[in-house]
C-alpha cells in the first residue's frame, strides 16, 4: 500500500476589482442571471454565466418545482443551453453566484457533483481546460479547469 498525495492551485480574491476585467464580466453576467431564479422553496437563487471560445456569453439560472428533483441547477442551466444554441463552441469559462432572496453570499456558490461531472463532459468536448469561478462578494475562487473540483472524474465512456 502506499498514501498518494493529491494537490491543486486556485486563485482566491478577496474583492471583484481584484480580478481580470473578463472575469469580472463573467461574474457580473452571473449576478445578472441570478434575476431569473425560480427558488420558491429553498429561496436560495444561483446565477451562472458560461464564455464560449468566440466570447459568447450564456447566462442560466437555478429553477425549482414542486415534483421534486424537476428543477435544474443554474450551471446545467447555462451550459445546456450554451451546448444547444452554439454547438460545436467550445466552453472556455464558467461563473457561479448564488444566495438567499436574490442576494450574492459573502462566501463563494460551490457547484453540486451533478453540475461537476457535466462541467467535466463539456470540458472534455471542447477540448480545452474550462475554468471554473466561484464567486462571493467577500471571498471568491478560481479554478484552472474543472478537474481541480472534480478528482477522478468519471470518463469511462469518453473516447481516448
Not at 451546448?83 to 453566484?97: D, F, R, S, Y
Not at 484552472?144 to 469511462?156: A, E, K, T
Request: aromatic share 10%; net charge negative; with cysteine.
Amino acid at each position: 500500500m502506499k498514501t498518494v498525495n493529491l494537490s491543486f492551485n486556485y486563485r482566491e480574491y478577496s474583492s471583484i476589482e481584484e480580478m481580470e476585467p473578463r472575469d469580472r464580466e463573467l461574474v457580473e453576467a452571473a449576478i445578472d442571471a441570478q434575476k431569473g431564479s425560480y427558488a420558491p422553496y429553498s429561496k436560495f437563487n444561483v446565477g451562472a454565466a458560461v464564455r464560449l471560445d468566440d466570447g459568447t456569453i450564456v447566462k442560466g439560472a437555478n429553477q425549482e418545482n414542486s415534483a421534486y428533483p424537476s428543477g435544474l441547477c443554474a450551471e446545467r442551466t447555462a451550459m445546456f443551453a450554451a451546448n444547444a444554441q452554439n454547438p460545436g463552441k467550445a466552453m472556455t469559462a464558467l461563473a457561479i453566484v448564488g444566495g438567499f432572496d436574490h442576494t450574492v453570499s459573502d462566501t463563494p456558490c460551490t457547484p453540486c457533483g451533478a453540475c461537476r461531472q457535466v462541467m467535466a463532459e463539456y470540458q472534455n468536448l471542447g477540448g480545452r481546460p474550462l475554468e471554473v469561478i466561484m464567486f462571493g462578494a467577500a471571498q471568491t475562487w478560481k479554478f484552472d479547469r474543472v478537474d481541480d473540483i472534480l478528482p477522478f472524474i468519471f470518463d469511462s465512456f469518453y473516447e481516448k
